[in-house]
């Protein structure tokens, strides 16, 4: 994405002098939750040449619509008047930190319409109001390629300005961020269906590891593709085991599970935490088990 010359943009550097003055502390950016959840790929391309300047931030390419989130707590404003950057978002984050989120989706179809609007429900996430708090990891955006990006593939222009100020380079941040199976809904309850390969099954500790490739949450049938994650889940005795047509299988089987064999666990109804959407050991529960 070429350099924002908007006033609004530009005005992001006003705390710059402030920042920046001797004696001044250097603002401090908190771990981030990853932005894009599901398939991303990037490098760091900040400072890179552009016909309007150097490159602001890092791009992330990644799928149509694909969830943008909270990198932390914060409150969001929605920008829409720039040609260059499209449909685009401003998260002000609780620690001072501002972030943009640059290229949204403005398309109704996979076609690259660019018939869209950047309204909640097209580049905003539905439901999402401007000058809304969010929470970190919560939904906030879908990514697209709007602005000078019509050609560009699809990804998010993702920049970091510490204490409001100058944009400084994402990539270390962005390689340190905590990244999410699924979005974080706050005061919502979620389902899941993992779908991949037995890793490991312990008929002791009553636990499933798998390599999940993709994954379906709900409410929303939200689907994420090429995740290659390891996930451990409990697996209490009351777990449903079967096979793919559907005969039951004692759940004392559990360790009995060979290494490569394809699963897909469904998750007990749960509370949607940020520590279950991050996967962490054990936070996920299993209420059905498929064997294939």
Sequence with gaps: MRRLLTPVVLALTAGLA???????????????????????????????????????????????????????????????????????????GASGTTYLYIHLNNDLTAKNDNKGKCVAG??????????????????????????DADQAGYHLHFEVHPAGGAAVSPFAYLNRAKKLLFPVQPDANFTAALRGNVVKADGVARSLTLMVDRLQSWPGGLRITDLKRTVQLSVPPSVVISNPLGALIASAQLAKLKKGQPAVAWTAIAPATIEAALGTPLMLSTERLVIG
């Excluded at 791009?59 to 943008?68: E, G, K």
């Design 18 to 92: 402030a920042a920046s003055a001797p004696g001044a502390a250097v603002p401090k950016v908190p771990q981030l939750i990853f932005p894009v959840v599901g398939k991303a790929t990037y490098f760091d391309d900040f400072g890179a040449a552009r016909g309007q300047g150097g490159h602001q931030g890092n791009d992330l390419m990644t799928t149509w619509r694909s969830p943008a989130v909270a990198v932390e707590a914060g409150k969001v404003k929605f920008h829409t008047t720039s040609a260059r950057a499209g449909c685009m978002l401003y998260l002000y």
């Design 122 to 147: 097209g580049s905003y996430w539905n439901g999402l109001k401007d000058g809304a708090r969010v929470a970190a990891g919560q939904p906030i955006a879908y990514n697209g390629n709007s602005g």
